[in-house]
């Protein structure tokens, strides 16, 4: 039997990419998921039901001592502690690879203090692409920084480490950051404009958590994409809920669905009680790649979801005060 493969997310994102790679990877692989990624507790237990993985944990970082080591001793200690307090044990010959997207992470220089080697991926797509480097270009100012790189004695993070097998890039050939030797390629974006129906309906069981409903051709469905104005100290409730409504009543012909922001704690199921209002901490790709159906129109407002938004036919910006003006449903007017 192969070994493993093992995951460690602290994203929405991050674990949607982990869950689609242990798909294609023929399932039962393990997924490591801090405790501070937005509803972890709920995303561990849809996860642990996946055949894509075989094992699924939780773990709450904050006991991680956080001492950086001067040498191996300290490392011995650090690890040891961090077993002691975060629950988890990870075992050098267990795993195939270890995959991190986050290695400046208490995980990760847990990785780092367990001597144990990881891929290190791209938090984003094409983030190794990217022109502005200037955490690796003041890390590697450091006048201590070849030979911490040499013996392992304290942390380096994004790919510098010793214990790094090999960094991701979403094009190896373009990245001049990292030698070609210490370089793999795998394309994320690839990965989702590719996806099957049996993976799409994967990552649905894992991120919609409502009953989608059947879309003909004529249902022409609208998504509403809020954020949270009251959050933001520019509207109280009453007058978001009443903007958002007027909102909905002028766009929405045909099924409406809701996905919040993150930090958008509005009641979206009492304020549209016949939408589907979707878990806002879902990633935007779900929505993006991953659904059995397009909608006719996403409508946000003051907001910059929709910049790399492709799941609608229409996509419609509306300033804060283009909103206001809109005119409430008859049934709410005073």
Not at 13 to 40: D, K
Not at 127 to 152: I, M, V
Not at 203 to 226: C, H, K, S, W, Y
Not at 267 to 280: C, E, G
């Amino acid at each position: 039997m192969p070994k493993p493969e093992l995951y460690i997310c602290h994203t929405p994102y991050q674990a949607l990419i982990a869950l689609l790679r242990a798909v294609r990877g023929g399932g039962g692989h393990s997924l490591v998921l801090a405790a501070t990624l937005p509803g972890a507790a709920a995303l561990a237990t849809r996860l642990t039901i996946s055949p894509a993985f075989a094992e699924v944990y939780l773990v709450d970082e904050g006991g991680y001592p956080g001492i950086a080591p001067a040498g191996l001793l300290q490392h011995l200690q650090n690890r040891r502690a961090f077993e002691r307090l975060c629950g988890l044990k990870l075992a050098s010959s267990k795993y195939a690879r270890i995959y991190i997207s986050n290695d400046w992470s208490p995980l990760g220089r847990y990785l780092q203090d367990k001597h144990l080697f990881y891929t290190l991926c791209e938090d984003t797509v094409g983030g190794t692409l990217d022109p502005d480097q200037h955490l690796l270009d003041e890390q590697r100012a450091a006048p201590d920084f070849a030979e911490r790189q040499r013996t392992g004695k304290g942390y380096l993070y994004w790919g510098d480490s010793r214990w790094v097998a090999a960094v991701e890039s979403e094009d190896a050939a373009r990245c001049t950051i990292f030698p070609p030797e210490k370089l793999t390629e795998f394309s994320k974006a690839a990965l989702l404009q590719s996806l099957t129906d049996a993976e799409k309906a994967a990552v649905r069981e894992v991120f919609i958590t409502q009953n989608l409903p059947a879309m003909g051709d004529a249902a022409d469905p609208t998504l509403l994409l809020p954020r949270s104005f009251v959050e933001d100290g520019l509207l109280t409730q009453p007058q978001q809920d009443a903007m958002f409504r007027a909102v909905a009543a002028h766009y929405a012909d045909g099924p409406l669905f809701i996905k919040a922001h993150p930090r958008d704690t509005t009641d979206y199921h009492a304020l549209f009680p016949q939408a589907v209002v979707l878990d806002r901490f879902m990633p935007s790709e779900v929505l993006n790649f991953c659904l059995p159906f397009r909608f006719r129109r996403a409508v946000a407002v003051q907001s910059w979801v929709l910049r790399s938004f492709t799941a609608a036919e229409e996509n419609v910006f509306l300033t804060l005060e283009e909103a206001q003006a809109l005119p409430l449903p008859a049934t709410t007017q005073p």
